[in-house]
């Protein structure tokens, strides 16, 4: 949350002329209301089961850049699915995702202490960001065509 996955997904699929496509985008679009929206009115498990299904959907049907969601590859199943993939783990500290998500945000996952939660997120959430990723690419205090770079160079010098 807050580390620039959709972002910094678009400036490597212009990079690279291919599209971007974003799990959460998926779910809204098929549910017909936002990440937001799911998570108040079904719960967090019956949105996590529809963002395994979109990533899933995604990998198959989708060559470009894709933007996954912070909690997808908290599933066991899409972890799997992304063996083979390239895989990147944009890794943000504490301090530059409450600059970015904001303290008044309205994402679910913040509800109450919102700088408190963003941190038992990413104390729960980065070990599995990092076993899952090929490469990890730090963003604090950087643009996002700064990181996209770095990506792409790093991308280029792994092939």
Do not use: C, Q
């Amino acid at each position: 949350m807050g580390a620039g996955k959709s972002t910094v997904g678009a400036v490597l699929a212009d990079t690279w002329g291919v599209p971007l496509r974003d799990t959460d985008h998926d779910v809204e679009a098929t549910e017909g209301r936002s990440v937001a929206e799911i998570f108040v009115d079904s719960g967090e498990e019956h949105f996590r089961r529809l963002e395994a299904r979109a990533v899933a959907v995604a990998l198959r049907e989708h060559e470009g850049v894709l933007a996954l969601g912070g909690g997808a590859v908290l599933d066991e199943g899409t972890r799997d699915a992304l063996a083979g993939h390239r895989v990147v783990f944009l890794r943000v500290g504490l301090s530059d995702a409450v600059k970015r998500v904001g303290l008044g945000t309205a994402r679910p996952l913040l509800l109450g202490n919102v700088r408190g939660r963003i941190k038992a997120l990413l104390d729960e959430r980065t070990p599995v960001y990092a076993a899952v990723a090929e490469l990890t690419v730090d963003t604090d205090g950087r643009t996002p065509e700064d990181v996209a770079a770095e990506i792409d160079e790093r991308l280029v010098a792994l092939t």
